[in-house]
């Protein structure tokens, strides 16, 4: 890895791990993109300009005869001086001046990446500021750029600072702007639902801007914070694939464009719809981190470039390979009907079965028998629970097990004491009622006051009742988007004034109980991002328990996280979502391609279930280091084939599992041949379920049969042993 200006070229050149970006500050003073690809040598790339038609272009002001603004491939596209494509900021002067023109100023290279305030971001690395300023107002931006030895992304992200004497207004405050030498690509992006997250879309880039965003001040389900953008032949295996994902959970906007010259760029960053931000003279604003992954090895290498640098540079450090809590939960067992005598007794059942943790889910606290009432009283429902929370933790510590507990600390509902006592805490306006979801509202974060009790009530708790687990809910998203904190002209600042609140909470609750594991979850999988995953090293990847279903949510999320961050619980059948049924082995291997558990009514349980269930945890923890921190390949799509294949290999290729499911059987089934990858191909493995033994690049390229088990949704796994 490295970080270096020829000042003859004026050129920097940044090498990463089987990446380069490089860029030049042109005549003018304007950063222009030059390559970001595969290594090459620390060459001068100014070779590479080419410029498209400049009729009807505009030169920069008051300089005649030369390239205008939107010709030149951007590192931050800004507006009305002559660059037409989609700009990376915008600004109001008092003056309604909207007009900036961010050119070279000065650099710093810094051995490691300097910490966003207030918001998680990447640590390590080596990093480029760049510092731009405008001449005239004083308005400037620092871009930070950082590449890494051990993953193969750059990750970027813009600070904008007004160094002028007058207010200014930030209309757009996007983190990045990438230029690309051409239009030959698709883009991906992960979209859903709940209960149907993370899904594939694949689609060809055209003249104009596609984007996706939320506006939901919250990452959300219904798009990933993520697009790639993949050449037309790119595969899971072959081809280059460029990845881009923002660190943050609340509203945002990512943009791929293609320009009237043929090339394209994307841009994106906070959403800018409802936003705005005002910047007194002598203060910043910090963006968030976007992580851009570049991959010639198809889609599997710039998944595994984005698992590489979530491991090793943003998920807590304590808990990241850390082995997990093998945990049943109470939740699809009981829903809100439990006592303690239930809840021990669902531990009893699978004591000594390998599982260790047991989580009491939703309707412990308050009055919270049903999803209308409860929520922001966190108080334990001793009549529910005689003998309190803490009766059930002292036993399930007293069998040997740990204990988690749930909480939805952004929330409260109308029917509860926290409303009554503080109804303008929850979000909305003074003068219209406030949409209902789940039946219930949202705590304003951006409020001092109300952060102060979250944090104070949810710790209470979990202090005083030998908690060693905490899931953290959240089950709808804002409406109404106002806060008694904020002046009239300040509102559009909400959004992500409540990013910068979740996280306060965020890192006064989970950083203020270091010894506590804290799993995500949003009504499943509605807040999977990078930004909370720093938080919660795992997250409950989705409310659909079915087999066949989390094929396709578990393929999608792989394409940006980690195995070990994806939570993946073992349910009843027939399945509470789809009302389907699918062999009890099936859905223990496909749950342990992720941090995973069990969540059904184990009080009934059969010795033969018992048993399996024994072998099962048994057979996860010998690949426990796998899933924490292997390499994951994916071979066949549930999204395009009825079968879905993924291996996942050690990182020193001593040990892989290769998982193979069949979606449906035919009678006089066609004869299929899997091709083993990622192991080393000079090295000798053993086949333990057959009992082959062959050289590595024997396997993956000659490949073997599975052996499916008879029936539908069947699912049968394989162990490779160096020997
Ligand atoms: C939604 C979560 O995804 C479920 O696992 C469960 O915790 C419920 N909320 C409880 O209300």
Redesign the pocket.
Known sequence: MSVTYNSETKTFMLQGKNLCYSFWINDLGYPEHLYLGASVGNDDLRFTRTYGATSTAATPPGIDNVNSYNAFPSELSFFGTGDYREPAVQIVTPQGDRLCELLFDSYEIVPAKPKITGMPSLDGGETLILHLKDKINGFAADLYYTVYDDCSVICRRAVYKNCGSADVRLERAYSFTLALPDRDYDMISLYGVWAKERHIDRIPLHHGVVSIDSKRTSSSATLNPFIALLRRDTTEFYGEAIGVNLVYSSSYVLKAEVNPDGTSQITGGINDFDFNWNLAPGEVFETPDVVISYSDTGLGGMSRAFHDAYREHLINRRYVKASRPLLI?N?EATYFNFDVPKLCAIADAVNGLGIDTLVL??GWFGKRDN?YSGLGDWVVNDKKLQGGVKAISDYVHSIGMKFGL?F?PEMVSEDSDLYRAHPDWAIGTPDRKHCYSRHQFMLDLTRREVRDYIVKSVSDIIENNGVDYV?W?Y?RNVTESWTYSLEPERQMEFAHRYALGLYDICERIVNGHPDIFFEG?S??GARFDPAIMHYFPQI?TS?DTDAEERTKIQFGTSLVYPLSVMSCHVSVCPNHQTGRTTPFDTRAIIAHLGATGYELDTTKFTDEEKAAVKLQTAEYKKIERLILDGDLYRIDSPFEKGFFTEAVVAKDKSFAELVCYRRFVSVNNEVRRVKMVGLDPEAYYCLEEKNIKAKGSTFMNVGFSPDYPHGDFSAVKYHFTRI
Do not use: H, L, T, V
Request: proline share 0%.
């Open positions: 939960n939740w889910d939703d999803d749930w939805e899931k809910d089950n979850c009504a499943g409950w409310d």
